[in-house]
Antibody
């Protein structure tokens, strides 16, 4: 059973860089998209972007200029960096695997990490 | 971006009664080449990450109780809980995955009446 464990700095000042890492346990890293999703306090869910094990990435245009998702296949880990953070980046950040069916069609998220709260405040 | 709109925003249902949550997309999420609706439903309890309930609009995830069902096609979808249990109190989200950026509905807060 695949489990995701995530960690990273929780308190940042405006203009700093957010950095989070997610480790994949109990399953293959290959063949899947690996995703970051965030949830501002008391609000809904926003897809940040994803990375395929081949190395290709896709980002939400609302964040694309500031976001990088990368991976370390040797450690079965993937990471998120968001530069020049502001208070609007305050959120719980979740990592998740993008699920695929047997035909290779993908897009739902399961499983999810427990979430990492990030607060941006001066 | 595809906008997902859920209704109602909040819903109170008696134990054992049916709960119905609607989700409407701003454009069709039916992908012609696969003839599948690229829509998922999630349940999020307080302090927890979302949990996948349904994908392909109507396929129940393994382990999800059969009182949860999904229906609809194109732009209009419904999540139904046939007999509400106390543990179903949560916020429910729909999500489209036909195109990036993947987007979610604003959520429906389900409570016990």
């Amino acid at each position: 059973q695949v489990q995701l464990h995530q960690w990273g700095a929780g308190l940042l000042k405006p203009s700093e860089t957010l950095s989070l890492t997610c480790a994949v346990y109990g399953g293959s890293f290959s063949g899947y998209y690996w995703t970051w999703i965030r949830q501002p306090p008391g609000k809904g869910l926003e897809w940040v972007g994803d990375l395929h094990h081949s190395g290709s990435t896709r980002y939400n245009p609302s964040l694309e200029s500031r976001v990088t998702i990368s991976m370390n296949t040797a450690k079965n880990q993937f990471s998120l960096k968001v530069t020049s953070v502001t208070a609007a980046d305050t959120a719980v950040y979740y990592c998740a695997r993008t699920g695929c069916d047997s035909s290779g069609y993908c897009g739902w998220f399961d499983p999810w990490g427990l979430g990492a709260p990030v607060i941006v405040s001066s | 971006d595809i906008v997902m709109t859920q209704s109602p925003d909040s819903l109170a249902v008696s134990l054992g009664e049916r709960a119905t949550i609607n989700c409407k997309s701003s454009q069709s999420v039916l992908y012609s080449s696969s003839n599948k609706n690229y829509l998922a439903w999630y349940q999020q309890k307080v302090g927890q990450p979302p949990k996948l309930l349904i994908y392909w609009a109507s396929t129940r995830e393994s382990g999800v109780p059969d009182r949860f069902s999904g229906s609809g096609s194109g732009t209009d979808f419904t999540l139904t809980i046939s007999s509400l249990q106390a543990e179903d109190v949560a916020v429910y989200y729909c999500q489209q995955y036909v195109d990036t950026p993947y987007t979610f509905g604003q959520g429906t807060n389900l409570e016990i009446k």
